[in-house]
């Protein structure tokens, strides 16, 4: 059984007043989010987007027609905004670039900012919400972001890069529970896609495709070969385009060497792949730029705060302290040991000591 399950679905007249706008993906979190807020009383209405239309939808027709079909069966009104254009433009011409240039991108994190918890959050708004409500495992406390309850799930480390005055606006349902509580719950009230599987890790991208995806939108540069280089100098192979490798990658490399070899760092201008030992892939520090701030206000009160930084969602905690540099730049030196993989591209999130964020940003170096 569901823990207090029966706080879940209680009702509040005071909730009749306030209009929530459910962002629906066709999945059983956002759809077990849904059916709460009506159980609970509020008016309630469903908002999604489709942002990718050229045969890989970012919420499929499947994903698409779901949504509708549970907002049918709560007989809430289903409203469909649609996003290509700008999610084109700021998500997908960002995330190819990057690959072009040796990064890998953390696409979730920028259209959660631009996008998902920008403009999605707006449109919301302008249908007469009062809120948007989401099916993230993921908490507000104190006007901060803060990480929910479900150990498996740190989804506030993608959604960490949205603009601070859009959290007032947001509500997490679900933050208190997990995944298997969700779904059991979704169950008992007999929601119709309590059984779904998760969405795929990049929603614009076909599982096991990427590399089809990139030579498409770059017209075959994706595939450009070049040179496998260890640290030292010494050219030991060939690489089948950067776009395909990343950070701490042992498998798929192709070539034959008398230790194992990891990909150490991505030379997107030379188009070569240096290759190291695993000591060679630890680090004492890390630089990040575009810094977002959500627990302080500016920039500066970082460096008196406790964090803890993660440099992935699945990353544990790492004791850490932040110098502030030219440009709006950080360094974040780890306290405690060195982090494995630091990979240009994606995010590093700061934490305080109660698992809510301070700032996040994007790895340089």
């Known amino acids: ?40 009383g509020y008016k309630v209405f469903g908002i999604t987007m489709e942002v990718w239309t050229s045969g890989s939808a970012c919420s499929t027709s499947i994903d698409l027609s779901d949504a509708k079909k549970v907002c049918d069966d709560l007989g ?11 999610f084109k433009d700021i998500v997908v011409d960002s995330f190819v670039n990057d690959y072009m240039e040796g990064r890998t991108p953390n696409p979730c994190m920028v259209c959660n900012r631009y996008i998902k918890f920008g403009r999605l959050v707006e449109l919301g708004l302008s249908h007469g919400a009062d809120f948007i ?31 601070k005055e859009n959290i007032k606006k947001l509500m997490f349902p679900i933050g208190d ?14 929601i119709r896609v309590y059984a779904k599987k998760d969405s ?7 599982d096991g495709k990427l ?55 991505i030379d ?24 977002n701030l959500l627990g302080c206000e500016m920039i500066e009160d970082l460096k008196n705060m ?17 110098k502030v540099l030219e440009n709006d730049k950080i360094k974040i030196d780890f306290t405690q040991e060195k982090v494995r993989a630091i990979t240009p591209g994606q995010g590093v999130v700061l934490y305080n000591y109660d698992g809510e964020v301070m700032a996040s940003g994007f790895i340089v170096k």
Do not use: W
């Open 306 to 322: 406790k964090l803890r930084a993660k440099t992935r969602s699945r990353d544990k905690f790492h004791p850490c302290t932040v």
């Open 211 to 265: 590399g089809e995806f990139l030579n498409e939108l770059t017209d075959g540069k994706a595939t450009c070969e070049g040179e496998i280089v260890t640290t030292d100098g010494k050219v030991i192979g060939k690489h089948r385009g950067v776009s395909f490798y990343t950070i701490g990658q042992r498998k798929g490399l192709g070539i034959s060497y008398p230790t194992p070899l990891y990909v150490v760092q």
């Open 1 to 40: 059984m569901v823990k207090k399950l029966d706080s879940y679905l209680k009702y509040d007249p005071k909730n009749e007043n306030v209009t929530v706008a459910v962002a629906m993906s066709g999945g059983v979190d956002s759809s077990t989010v849904a059916y709460l807020l009506k159980k609970q």
């Open 177 to 190: 529970l997990e995944k298997p509580q969700v779904r059991e719950l979704a169950e008992l009230l007999n």
């Open 268 to 291: 997107g201008k030379k188009n070569r792949l240096i290759v190291g030992n695993n000591e060679e892939l630890f680090s004492s520090y890390l630089i990040a730029d575009k810094i």
């Open 133 to 163: 409500a989401t099916g993230h495992y993921a908490k507000i406390e104190n006007g901060l972001l803060k990480i929910g309850d479900d150990p498996n799930k740190d989804q506030v480390y993608f959604l960490s890069q949205m603009r």
């Open 76 to 86: 809430i009104e289903h409203h469909m905004i649609r996003l290509g254009d700008e």
């Open 200 to 206: 795929q890790e990049i929603c614009f991208v076909e």
